[in-house]
Each structure stands twice: as structure tokens, then as C-alpha cells.
């Protein structure tokens, strides 16, 4: 059909109704389609892009997401899965995944400051990786492979306006009233300051299991709009923390956790603006339950679940005390240099420092094996470290129960790793605290970990 003659016939054709609304005036509309569930919710793919609406084509709102102001030339919906695909011209196809929310916009929704919509059941699985790595591996450019869906629940809200910190509301101010002609007056310093140390505002999913414990917090986009954010259906990982994340690709993994236990979970929406959490939201249930072809399946998830927290709390132990021994060792370094750097160091405090640091390698090759050797292609014993990490390797891709050689690699590493723990808390808390006292009693320059010490 061609612009304006877009028609709907509520009677099988015995009368039939203009939905042109406010479609563009100019443009060809291309293909109409409507939902297998709602009559009133219909699309149109247009010369500019794909528009929807909600009352029948009273009025039209267009679908961006990242798609291109193109023509769409075809439309199909995917009923299964609720997806909405598009056929441009000359670029291809694009998928709406789930578009089912959509069924439940109305005036009050938009009307409201926020709305968190219902959440489509969630299959718990791992994700093949045919070949071998994420996405197409090293097939190359020229092999396509469009990327799937995002694994887990996916939440959809909506949010009437956007959150914006206090710097952006001043500019907006400031730019409406250049338009009216009026000069700005100049930010006062308490503003400024405000501005500089105001908390971002955000918004936060949290998901709480059928007990009501908190399972997952999750930050998501406060745009204007329809907004996405997907929970991967696991634990929170225990990996120390990163100020600035690397970012995953082919061949690197996020930071990652045990799946979470199948069953009924809850997700409630909240705004944190000027350091205050506020619900926006009612809560919404939804089930995470297993696909069911795994090929050997761990008969009882209960003893897997627990399993897997204890290797996850043994791996946070032990990557925490690798990056504390790393501190550790820079640490000692900072403090030679400074040595090294005195007029008449005190002797006995050299070989203090001589010691810590020969205890502090001792604890690296127990945490992750001897670099000596290995540098030189000669064999080593299993690290401490390198026993977790080969059970979370196995484990966090698998919903199999654990093997005997699993369990007996968490059973030795514990083992190894206790003493070590020791050894490592013993050093920093003690023998590097007393060698920075004594420096500072000396007037030492200052290095990273102590606070200097000054009277009048």
C-alpha cells in the first residue's frame, strides 16, 4: 500500500478504516503487519524506517534501537519466540528479539514515570561454541555468522524521562534560555562543586530468588524510553575488582560465576539519584528453569549448586591473595628504592626487608607455580592456582556434576592454600608493617602504604 491509502477492515472487509495516523506524508509504506495477539498493535515498515502502534493506528511511534532511517520493505513476526524481523533495502535484516512488551504499552504506561514489564521464562544452558571459540572463532571475515540473542533473563522498563545529573539540567537551562535571547547566569561555586562530586545517577535491577535473597544487583541504561538490560542467570562473580573492565572478545571471557539454582525468581526496578534508592516499580516474577539435553546431567542440582560456591569462594580467596602478594612485591619495592636512597640506613632493617621479600616469592610460586622452571620449559607441579582455576575452567561451562578428579583438586588446593594464607597475612600485617614504622621513625621517604607522621 502507498501512503495515505493504508486501510483496516475490523469486519472481513465489509468496512474498512484509514490507520494512516501520523505516519510521514511523504514516503512509501511498504508492508504492514500486525500481532497474532493484539489486533491493535500493528507495524508498518516505511520509506524511513519501521514504526508501531498501540491503539489500532491512531497514532505512530518509530522503532530505533540502532536501526537505520531505511526502507523497510518486508515484515515478518516469528510467533514462538515473538520476534520481529525486517527486511531492508540493500541492507539486510534486522531482529527485534521479544517484542511481546510492546502488548503492554498503553497511555498509563506512558504516562507513568517508569514501568517495568512482565519477564519471558529463562532456560538455563551453556551456549556451544562450534567453533571453538565465541562467535565464528578464527573462520574470518568472510564467513558470516549473525550473533545470537543475549543468553539469560532479559528485563524491559521503560522510562518516561530520562535521568540526568545536575550538570546536564544546568545546560539544558542554560541552552533554552539562549534561545529565548537571555544571557545565563554564571554557576555559583556550591553548584559547581555539586556537580563535580554528585554521584551519576542510575538505574538498578535487583533479582531475589523464592526465598527473598538478593541474587543479583544490576545497573541498567536511564535513557528516555524502552530500555534492556539481560541477567546471564548467574552468581555475581568473586573476581577482584576492576575500576575499568577489559572488554571481552573472541578469545577472552568476562569475569564470570556458577549458574544460579532453576526456579522462581523476582526483579524489582530502582532509581539511585543524589546517593537515595527509590523503587519505581512493582516487582516481577519469572522462572529460570533447566533446557533439559545436557548430556550427562547432574541427577541432584542442590549438591552441584553447593559444589560450585565453595570452588567460587576458594577461587575468590586465592586470585585476592594473588593480587595482595602483587601488592606486596611492589610494595617492597618501593621501600629498596627508598633504602637505597637514605644517607645511613639502619642494617638490620635491609636484611628485614631481604627477608620479606625472599617469603613474598615463596608465596608466588606456591600460588602460581615456579616461573624458574617454566620459563625454561622444564615441568612443574600444579599450582595452587592452577588446580582452581582448571575446576572453574570445567565447572562454570558445565551443568554436569563434578568428577572425583574435581573434587580431589579442591580438596589439595585448600589443603596448600591454607599455610600460605598464613604466611601472606603474617607478612603484610606484621613484618611489612613493622619495616614502614621504622622507616618512618627514620624519616624515610614516603612510599605507597604509609601515612607520614609531622608536628610543629
Not at 86 to 104: A, Q, V
Request: proline share 7%; glycine share 8%.
Amino acid at each position: 500500500d502507498f501512503h495515505p491509502y493504508i486501510l483496516k477492515s475490523d469486519d472481513a472487509g465489509r468496512s474498512w478504516a484509514s490507520i494512516k495516523g501520523n505516519l510521514p506524508e511523504k514516503g512509501t509504506v511498504y508492508s504492514i503487519a500486525e500481532d497474532h495477539m493484539n489486533k491493535d498493535l500493528l507495524f508498518a515498515g516505511t520509506e524511513f524506517g519501521v514504526f508501531f502502534t498501540i491503539d489500532g493506528g491512531k497514532k505512530w511511534i518509530q522503532l530505533k534501537g540502532g536501526l537505520p532511517t531505511i526502507a523497510v520493505h518486508d515484515i515478518a513476526i516469528q510467533k514462538r519466540e515473538n520476534d520481529l524481523v525486517l527486511g531492508t533495502f540493500g541492507r539486510g535484516f534486522y531482529i527485534l528479539d521479544d517484542y511481546s512488551p510492546l502488548r503492554n504499552v498503553n497511555t498509563e504506561t506512558l504516562a507513568a514515570e517508569s514501568h517495568l514489564f512482565q519477564v519471558k521464562p529463562s532456560l538455563m544452558y551453556i551456549e556451544s561454541r562450534p567453533y571453538g571459540y565465541k562467535g565464528r572463532g578464527f573462520m574470518g571475515e568472510s564467513f558470516y555468522a549473525a550473533e545470537n540473542p543475549p543468553f539469560g533473563a532479559t528485563f524491559t522498563y521503560y522510562l518516561k524521562d530520562a535521568f540526568k545529573t545536575k550538570k546536564k539540567l544546568r545546560q539544558e537551562k542554560e541552552k533554552e534560555l539562549l534561545k529565548r535571547g537571555e544571557t545565563p547566569p554564571y554557576p555559583t561555586l556550591d553548584g559547581l562543586r555539586a556537580e563535580d562530586e554528585e554521584e551519576e545517577p542510575t538505574v538498578i535491577l535487583t533479582i531475589t530468588d523464592e526465598a527473598a535473597n538478593v541474587v543479583r544487583k544490576m545497573k541498567g541504561p536511564i535513557s528516555q524510553g524502552m530500555n534492556r538490560v539481560t541477567w546471564d542467570l548467574r552468581y555475581p562473580p568473586l573476581t577482584p575488582i576492576r575500576l575499568v573492565e577489559e572488554t571481552p572478545d573472541a578469545w577472552t571471557e568476562a569475569a564470570q560465576s556458577p549458574l544460579a539454582m532453576p526456579g522462581m525468581y523476582k526483579v524489582s526496578l530502582a532509581k539511585r539519584v543524589d546517593g537515595v534508592e527509590t523503587e519505581l516499580s512493582v516487582p516481577q516474577e519469572f522462572t529460570a528453569s533447566i533446557l533439559g539435553t545436557t548430556t550427562l546431567p547432574a541427577s541432584d542440582r542442590k549438591p552441584l549448586a553447593e559444589f560450585q560456591r565453595k570452588v567460587a569462594e576458594l577461587q575468590r580467596a586465592t586470585m585476592g591473595a594473588s593480587r595482595a602478594v602483587d601488592d606486596l612485591k611492589e610494595r617492597i619495592a618501593y621501600i629498596k628504592k627508598a633504602l637505597y636512597q637514605m644517607p645511613a640506613p639502619a642494617a638490620n632493617l635491609v636484611s628485614d626487608v631481604g627477608r620479606l621479600e625472599a617469603a613474598t616469592n615463596e608465596i608466588i610460586r606456591a600460588l602460581r607455580g615456579d616461573r624458574t622452571l617454566s620459563s625454561r620449559n622444564e615441568p612443574t607441579p600444579p599450582s595452587i592456582s592452577d588446580r582452581v582455576n582448571g575446576i572453574v575452567d570445567d565447572q562454570w561451562q558445565s551443568t554436569g556434576a563434578p568428577t572425583q578428579t574435581q573434587i580431589d583438586a579442591y580438596n589439595i588446593a585448600g589443603d596448600e592454600f591454607t599455610p600460605v594464607l598464613a604466611k601472606l597475612r603474617t607478612a603484610v600485617q606484621t613484618d611489612l608493617r613493622g619495616i614502614e614504622i621504622a622507616m618512618e621513625s627514620l624519616g624515610a621517604p614516603w612510599t605507597p602504604g604509609r601515612i607520614p607522621e609531622w608536628k610543629k
